[in-house]
Structures are given as structure tokens and as C-alpha cells.
């Protein structure tokens, strides 16, 4: 069994930066992904990386502007936001035991962190 919790979020204006963490129990050799969630909108894929920390993905809307990272020694992961934009607003979900874009992948879930971005 694996738990997740995230931490980091809040409220940040447009072009500024926040870094989520998600501290996982148990084993961390699995491949892990950031979600995200809009009001109204379907849980969708922004980051991932492997068990070693060798291969990262990201979404189109998000490349060049997020780094997914890894401490495997203190089995956390992070997510590092720079030049937020107003539709980065969402709760953001970390996922373990998976690998890929797609959310039914994961077996494993935090309970979210909101990130606000205001203009």
C-alpha cells in the first residue's frame, strides 16, 4: 500500500511559480505522474517519471514551462510550475504505480493541492 500526500499549492499570480511536493510511504520505486483537475473538466495528464528518475513526459500545454524531479532517497517527488497562466488553475493530483498519460494507469492516489493562478 502507498500513500501519497501533496503539499505546495495556493493562490499565485499569472507568470509566477510554485513547486508541488508529494511525499509517498512505502516503496518508491514506482513510476509516478502529475494530474490536474479544472471545475467541470476531466482529470488530465501534465507530467510523469519513471522509478530511477531517467525519463520524464509532459503534456503539450505545460512542456517547457514544468519539470517533473525525483528524490528517491526521500521518496518524494516534485513538481516545479514556472510562468503560470490562468488555465493551470485546477487541483493538482500526484499518482504512483503507473506509467503514461493515462489516469486509469495509476493505482495509487494523493488527495490534490489547489493551485490558483489570478490575473
Known amino acids: 500500500q502507498v500513500q501519497l500526500v501533496e503539499s505546495g499549492g495556493g493562490l499565485v499570480q499569472a507568470g509566477g511559480s510554485l513547486r508541488l511536493s508529494c511525499a509517498a510511504s512505502?516503496?518508491?520505486?514506482?513510476?509516478m505522474g502529475w494530474f490536474r483537475q479544472a471545475p467541470g473538466k476531466v482529470r488530465e495528464f501534465v507530467a510523469n517519471?519513471?522509478?530511477?528518475?531517467?525519463?520524464?513526459s509532459y503534456a503539450d500545454s505545460v512542456k517547457g514551462r514544468f519539470t517533473v524531479s525525483r528524490d528517491s532517497a526521500k521518496n518524494t517527488v516534485y513538481l516545479q510550475m514556472n510562468s503560470l497562466k490562468d488555465e493551470d488553475t485546477a487541483v493538482y493530483y500526484c499518482?504512483?504505480?503507473?506509467?503514461?498519460?493515462?489516469?486509469?494507469?495509476?493505482?495509487?492516489w494523493g488527495p490534490g493541492t489547489q493551485v490558483t493562478v489570478s490575473s
Open positions: 499518482a504512483a504505480s503507473g506509467y503514461g498519460d493515462n489516469p486509469l494507469k495509476y493505482a495509487y
Open positions: 512505502g516503496s518508491s520505486t514506482y513510476g
Open positions: 517519471i519513471n522509478w530511477s528518475g531517467s525519463r520524464t
